[in-house]
């Protein structure tokens, strides 16, 4: 009823990437499902422990110790078993990182760590296809679209990378910025609506409040940049 038989057609006849089956792809990745997105790649390296359990939904207490992307697309194609889903299970890298992409519409960030990031966002760039990120820590989340060229990128809005860290995440967490991540992927797959595009979306849990940040493409950013390898001028 909200888009028709032919926005239900384009999700499925989409192809969407998403980048790890933990807190962030788990929801995501339901969403999608559940929409009709026709095709999803998920791809994860670990394996299901018991500490994921208060913030990984996909997973269950009788799926630790298998494959997240085995568990993950049990669970999916129960959902919704008219739709293909890809359990790659291995590293993203520099090797692996485009040809796990291959012919996407999209790729979802539902990663942990900024060097992951960062190169799905080279990749993103060099494909010309968009990036959803999104990020968690404790009660806390963030959101953001990449459309490759027209908006800022990831290392624009993050010239560097923060300290790599460990820390705890509430399952609500995920819960929320996922589903940010999902309607942004359903809009551009729809192209209908407004995509957090120049803008990083801010959720705070603890005050249930949100906010964002407007943010501009860096000319010189070493991505995406039309300047990269120059030197800013002194000001």
Known sequence: MLFGEEGQERLKKSTIVIAGAGGLGSPVALYLAAAGVGTIKIVDNDLVEQSNLNRQILHNDRDIGKKKVDSAAEKLQSINPDISVWAIHTTIDTITATSLVGNADGIVDAMDNFATRYLLNDVAITIKI???????????????????????????????APPQEVFPVIGVTPGVIGAVQATEVIKYLLNIGGLLTNRLFIWDGMQASAEEIHVERDPHCEACGTKKGMRRKRT
């Open 130 to 160: 968009p990036l959803f990120h999104g990020a968690i820590r404790g009660f806390y989340g963030q959101a953001t679209t990449i459309i490759p060229k027209k908006s800022a990128c990831l290392r624009c809005i993050f010239p560097k």
